[in-house]
Structures are given as C-alpha cells and as structure tokens.
C-alpha cells in the first residue's frame, strides 16, 4: 500500500540547510495500522506532509498504492489527496458553520459526486461514528471527541486507500481518546489500512505496529508489537 524508498528531505535558505529526513525507508501493507512516532523535531511531522502528499521528498521515491506520488504534478497531488486519503487532524478541520453532515459531504462535493449520493454515504458514516443523532449540529455544538467523530467520518467518505491521522486526541479529554482510538481499531479490524503520527506512547500502544522517528532517521521499527496488541486485544474482549 505505501512505499517509502530512501526519502530525504532538506530546507535550504541563504544560510542554513536543515535535513528533516534523511534516508528514510519502509513499507506498510494493506490493512496494517501503524503509528509513527517521534519527539518534537524528529521528522514525524515532515514525513507526515509527505505521505499525505502535501509537500515532495527532495530526494528518494514514495509509491501510494501503486501510484510514484513523488514526481507528481500539484494538481495530480491534489487528486490523490482527495481520493486516496482520508485525513483526521489534531484540530480537527472542521468548518464552523457548516453542520456535521455538511462536512462529512465536502469531499463528495469537491469530488462532484450527486447531492443525494453524499447525502446518504455522509449519514451512514456519521452512524457509524455513532453521531447519527447530532448530524444538523454546527461543530460548536459538539464536544471536541464528538467533532473528531465527525472528521473520521469525512475522511472515510471518499474509500481511502488510507487513513492518515495526525496526532489525532492531542484536543481531546483522555476518556474521548479511548474512545476515538477504539473507532480506529475497529476501522482496521475491517480491514482500513491506518497511518498514525503521534508523540503519545499510550496512544500508540493501540496501533499494531510502531515506527520511531529520531533526527530524521528511522530509529525502530517494531512490528513484533503486533503481537503483544493482539494478545492485548483479546483479552480485552
């Protein structure tokens, strides 16, 4: 699903070259949901503009479900944002006045998808999210879990190749992140691949594989931590 070969990343001015990454390599397969962690300043939020193809590697390739998203045009880097992925941000990106259902429907609209179709996809995913009650709600009408709710529901809208979640309860109460994380789970119990950056060790916990960021460069990548998160899981059932 996701390719990272060899990525760099270097910002120059007139004085000072920084190197934000450097060398980064991995792979995700379809379905796995992985959090990618790292301090302030280690890369992760860099590598996260990346794969969300929001901003290029100066170097390296990165593949998106078989698609070379590095040497893409703005307006074909716009297209897969737009259809490949589903993004929930920290501060969740909502448009104050517009409703629940008016949000969850933008991307369907940018998308040019028929009114009654946005419609219906947008409420069955705002069911899903279990907001089905509060759908003609502004977003100050909500809680901050509540509003999360909604952004995962418009980043599921379009079917996603995947789901990139940015520090995704850093604005919410601790028992509201419990909560979105067990929607997570849930998603990728059905078979969402999931990418998650976070700073947060318990939140990562709930991912099944951890990457760690420091300095730019890939420190550990522990997919045995899929083991100990199943075991996890079903004793948790």
Do not use: C, W
């Amino acid at each position: 699903m996701i390719k990272v070969s060899h990525i760099s990343k270097i910002y120059k001015t007139d004085l000072v070259e920084t190197v934000a990454l450097a060398d980064v390599s991995f792979q995700i397969e379809k379905g796995e949901f992985v959090a990618i962690m790292g301090p302030s300043g280690s890369g992760k939020s860099t590598l996260m503009h990346i794969l969300g193809a929001l901003d290029l590697p100066s170097s390296g390739l990165y593949y998106l479900d078989g698609e070379k998203v590095s040497q893409l045009r703005d307006d074909e880097l716009a297209e897969i944002r737009n259809k490949k992925i589903g993004f929930v941000f920290q501060a969740f990106n909502l448009l104050p006045r517009t409703t629940a259902l008016g949000n969850v429907m933008l991307p369907m609209v940018y998308a040019g998808i028929d009114k009654k179709e946005r419609e219906d996809k947008a409420k069955n995913y705002l069911k899903m999210v279990g907001l089905a009650d509060r759908i003609e709600h502004a977003p100050n009408q909500l809680s901050g879990g509540q509003q999360q709710r909604v952004a995962i529901a418009r980043a599921l809208v379009m079917d996603p190749a995947i789901i990139l979640a940015d520090e995704p309860t850093g604005n919410i109460a601790s028992a509201q992140a419990e909560e979105i994380m067990e929607i997570f789970q849930d998603l990728n119990d059905e078979g969402h691949t999931i990418v998650m950056i976070t700073h947060e060790p318990d939140i990562a916990e709930h991912a099944k594989r951890i990457i760690h960021i420091k300095d730019g460069k890939v420190i550990t990548d522990s997919s045995a931590h899929r083991q100990r998160h199943l075991k996890k899981r079903k004793n948790n059932l």
